[in-house]
């Protein structure tokens, strides 16, 4: 398979964002980050994109008069980067079905829970406020259901009793540096694919989302895992 054309979308800090660049940079993942866009003109992961040397968008959603034009527009430039697969890292704007579709199969999110527990946001506060063990974040592929796609992969963490919302925040986003690139890895790869309504690993149906440091191995097609 080629080298996969990678463009990732952000709002803010965009840690997800370095810890894929660096997963490619090390040879993990069979691609590389063509373009980076950003409905905020200050998120943080501009500038480190910009420092990598990176080509960089700012696109303004309060510059457009609805979901609409601004998801057109966002195909748009998304499209000019020539993408494969196409990562949202903490981008946070929800995607008109229009736009979702005409990505279908190219399109990841990273979901900080356990899917299909906690979609949405403040994950970490109702995690808590539930009295969870355990919690963790989520890849899959994005369909027009708000974090309703089916889940490729999960990185699960405990909850500590004296957790506070940040110090499972940190936690968590620890995982998910380590996460998106295993997942994003095996879709570059080809190991992963997703015909509706099917994931497939290797070619047979993935029943349930892996596990991060469990399931992941490199065996060879057709071995079990
Ligand atoms: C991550 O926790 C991700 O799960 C969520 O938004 C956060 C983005 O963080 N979707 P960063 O911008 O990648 O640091």
Redesign the pocket.
């Known amino acids: 398979m080629a080298p996969q054309r990678l463009v990732v979308l ?10 894929l660049i660096d997963a490619c940079e090390r040879g993990e993942i069979n691609g590389r980050v063509v373009g980076v866009i950003s409905n905020r003109p200050d ?3 501009l500038e480190f994109a910009r420092a990598r040397g990176i080509p960089e968008q700012v696109l303004n959603h309060r510059d457009y008069a609805g979901r609409e034009p601004f998801d057109a527009a966002l195909a748009g430039a998304i499209e000019a980067f020539e993408p494969d697969l196409v990562l ?5 704007r929800i995607l008109t079905p229009g736009f979702v579709e005409r990505f279908t199969g190219r399109l990841l ?4 829970s356990l899917l299909p527990k906690y979609r949405g946001l403040d994950t970490h506060a109702r995690a808590l406020a539930d009295g969870e063990t355990e919690h963790g ?1 989520s890849v899959h592929f994005v369909t027009p259901k708000l974090d309703g796609g089916p889940v490729i992969m999960q990185a699960r963490v405990p909850v500590l009793a004296d957790d506070t919302e940040a110090s499972l ?1 940190a936690r ?2 620890q995982a ?1 540096h380590r996460l998106y690139p295993a997942a994003a890895g095996l879709v570059c790869s080809g190991r992963i694919q997703w015909s509706e309504p099917t994931i497939r690993y290797d070619g047979a149906p993935l029943e349930a989302p892996l596990q991060l440091d469990h399931e992941v191995t490199s065996h060879a097609p057709g071995e079990s895992s």
């Open positions: 952000i709002s803010g800090r965009g840690s997800n964002l370095k810890a998120a943080g992961g949202l890292a903490g981008f946070m999110n990273i979901h900080p974040a925040s968590v986003q998910e």
